[in-house]
């Protein structure tokens, strides 16, 4: 099945600098990759996601990168704020009706005021 | 428009002991799945329902059961309770197509403890 590795488990950075989270996968044939954000005592929450036929998507602040080849996607946070505080997961699964999603481990990010 | 609800909340069990937790949805969704998150490890896939009628084992299926009662409802049912247990659980559904994407909708999380 599929596994997802997710680096790094904790991350803490100054207002205003940016964040980087990576994810590797390792089924070649998952092909759809969201990024949850859980605040402390939340539910995880879809902020982003990209399919395997773009390899790069903005929202604003957020951006998600994905390497097909390398099977390596990540996000990325620029002029983090306190808000930005929380546990953010990667996922990868095959994008079907009922397609799995496996998680990765979760990294902690602190955004320090 | 609720999304997704489960009970309860908080639970705490002596070992041995049997429960069942319960999900529904209001958005219609086809699909519907029973997460578990444990410090560090992320969240598991325990069981899920394609469709109506279906399920299927995820990840960590050993220990429990589910029932997809209707297109809105899935519980799962822990029959024996062990230690190993303990952990927050996450129901979620979607449905795949809108905007092309398999997103996942959680309920707030049941915080089970078994002693």
């Known amino acids: 099945g599929e596994n997802v590795e997710q680096h790094p488990s904790t991350l803490s950075v100054q207002e205003g600098d940016s964040a980087v989270i990576k994810c590797t996968y390792s089924?070649?044939?998952?092909?759809?990759f969201p990024w949850y954000k859980q605040e402390l005592g939340k539910r995880p929450q879809l902020i982003i996601d990209?399919?395997?036929?773009?390899g790069e998507k903005k929202d604003q602040r957020i951006a998600v990168t994905l390497n097909k080849t390398a099977k390596h996607f990540s996000l990325h946070i620029t002029e983090t704020q306190p808000e930005d505080s929380a546990v953010y997961f990667c996922?990868?699964?095959?994008?079907?009706?009922?397609?799995?999603?496996?998680f990765g481990d979760g990294t902690t990010l602190t955004v320090k005021p | 428009n609720a999304g997704v609800t489960q009970t309860p909340k908080f639970q705490v069990l002596k070992t041995g002991q049997s429960m069942t937790l319960q999900c529904a949805q209001d958005?219609?969704?086809?699909?519907m799945y029973w997460y578990r998150q444990d410090p560090g490890m992320g969240l598991r896939l325990i069981y899920y329902?394609?469709?109506?009628?279906?399920?299927d084992k995820g990840e960590v299926p050993n220990g429990y059961n589910v029932s997809r009662l209707n297109k809105r409802e899935f519980s799962l049912r822990l029959e024996s309770a062990a230690p190993s247990q303990t952990s927050v659980y996450f129901c979620?559904?979607?449905?795949?197509?809108?905007?092309?994407?398999?997103?996942?909708?959680f309920g707030a999380g049941s915080r089970l403890t078994v002693l």
């Open positions: 979620a559904s979607s449905e795949f197509g809108r905007a092309g994407a398999n997103v996942l909708t």
């Open positions: 089924d070649s044939a998952s092909n759809y």
């Open positions: 990209i399919r395997s036929n773009v």
């Open positions: 996922a990868a699964s095959i994008n079907t009706n009922a397609g799995k999603s496996t």
């Open positions: 958005m219609n969704h086809n699909s």
């Open positions: 329902s394609a469709s109506e009628g279906t399920t």
